[in-house]
């Protein structure tokens, strides 16, 4: 019996690597690290370790077609982020999606470009309902 393989729920490290190949693409691992050092010192060989360590996991793909190895995200931002909110949902709002966005907009980090989108799509689901 073929066993089926667990997706992996990437780590904070994990994430931000990701977030940098689905916003530039295709990259290398001196791209990827320049770009984390500018929030915060990253050694080269820590992102390159990581970035095989992901690959293993079937987080990234990388391309060994030429010298220099290209890495690009082998799972959607969107899959990712549903699966990250469907966890946290369930962990730390007792799978209420109400109590998950009142916390969120409670914050007071929401910008008015960001209240008017939530605005439109509430709009916009409740056409679809009616």
């Known amino acids: 019996m073929e066993k089926q393989k667990r997706p992996y729920q990437p780590t904070d490290s994990e994430l931000e690597i990701l977030q940098v190949l689905w916003i530039h693409g295709p990259s290398t691992v001196r791209f990827v690290n320049d770009l984390l050092n500018t929030k915060k010192k990253t050694g080269y060989t820590t992102t390159l370790k990581l970035m095989q360590i992901m690959t293993e996991k079937e987080l990234l793909n990388r391309d060994n077609s030429s010298r220099i190895h290209i890495f690009s995200p082998a799972v959607k931002e969107e899959e990712t982020q549903t699966k990250i909110i ?45």
């Open 86 to 130: 469907d966890k946290m949902l369930g962990l730390a709002f007792g799978g209420s999606a109400s109590k998950l966005v009142l916390q969120t907009l409670g914050n007071n980090k929401t910008s008015p470009e960001e209240l008017e989108k939530i605005k439109q799509l509430i709009t916009d689901l409740e056409k679809k309902r009616k």
